[in-house]
């Protein structure tokens, strides 16, 4: 089956406890076996800085669906778990945010992009993404080799949930 990438977010409510309830309903929904979950991570907000800062993480699974039925289904467990996209603002507040940055190593660019066009900008889905796949090609480059480029300042592993 193929794997994809999976970026999860929030800052808005307890996130921790929204991820331990999506990630069952992303592999449910989607028939999706959980290969590789990062640790969480709380990081300074992006795009719109005047916010709380979010918790981010990442996770690895195998799935059936192809890509475009993988987003669809993403964007109804965001929707279930409080997140209303028609009223928010863009890089602001948010329960649960879930981007598919990639889907084993295809490459689409009509309706959905494939790999995610901006991952390899973003250190707070680099950071997770390094304790999953670090030197997974993902459209010819690493999470490893992106991430060099980057600075991590204000990102701060949580500790582990028990």
């Given at each position: 089956m193929p794997e994809a990438l999976i970026a999860l977010g929030g800052n808005v409510g307890d996130v921790r406890a929204t991820f331990r309830r999506a990630i069952p309903m992303i592999c449910?929904?989607?028939?999706a076996a959980l290969l590789a979950r990062s640790?969480?991570?709380?990081?300074?907000?992006?795009?719109?800085?005047?916010?709380?800062?979010?918790?981010n993480a990442c996770i690895a699974i195998?799935?059936?669906?192809?890509?475009?039925?993988?987003?669809?289904?993403?964007?109804?467990?965001?929707?279930?778990?409080?997140?209303?996209?028609?009223n928010e603002r863009r890089?602001?507040?948010?329960t649960l945010d879930l981007d598919l940055l990639a889907y084993d190593?295809?490459?689409?660019?009509?309706?959905?992009?494939?790999?995610?066009?901006?991952?390899?900008?973003r250190a707070f889905v680099l950071v997770p993404l390094m304790d999953i796949a670090p030197d997974q090609s993902i459209g010819g480059r690493t999470p490893r080799e992106a991430l060099a480029a980057l600075s991590t300042d204000g990102i701060e592993r949580l500790p582990d949930l028990h």
């Open positions: 449910g929904m989607t028939q640790s969480d991570y709380a990081t300074p907000p992006w795009g719109e800085e005047q916010q709380d800062r979010f918790v195998d799935t059936s669906l192809d890509p475009h039925a993988l987003l669809f289904s993403l964007h109804k467990i965001e929707q279930r778990l409080g997140r209303d996209r028609a890089w602001g507040p948010r190593d295809v490459s689409i660019d009509h309706g959905l992009r494939l790999p995610h066009p901006r991952m390899f900008e």
